[in-house]
């Protein structure tokens, strides 16, 4: 998935999000500051993850708080979509 929409809502929503560090995921979902990433295909590294996310209610809090200012910031739409306007006006000029 080029842009991790999942991750994304996850943190939007206030919530600490544990992914794997694959395709467009590391571009939203920060290691330590607004969740957790995982190696692909690596079970143990995906279970010690989400224990400490329950085992740990002010990291989960801390996360969250960080994931919900970093989606508004980065990633609401009006942002999006004036990237998108800049997009194509740059092919629209030929730079």
């Known amino acids: 998935e080029g842009l991790p929409v ?19 995921i590391p571009d939203a979902v920060l290691p330590g500051e607004t969740g957790l990433l995982v190696p692909a295909e690596d079970a143990g590294a995906l279970a010690t993850a ?5 085992a740990d209610p002010a990291l989960r ?9 970093v989606a508004r910031e980065r990633f609401a739409w009006p942002i999006v979509a004036g990237r998108y ?7 629209a000029t030929g730079r």
């Open 6 to 24: 999942a991750c994304l809502e996850a943190m939007a929503s206030g919530r600490a999000v544990v992914a794997t560090a694959v395709d467009g």
């Open 50 to 54: 989400m224990s400490a996310l329950l």
């Open 61 to 69: 809090e801390r996360l969250g708080r960080r994931g919900e200012a």
């Open 85 to 91: 306007l800049e997009v194509l006006a740059e092919a």
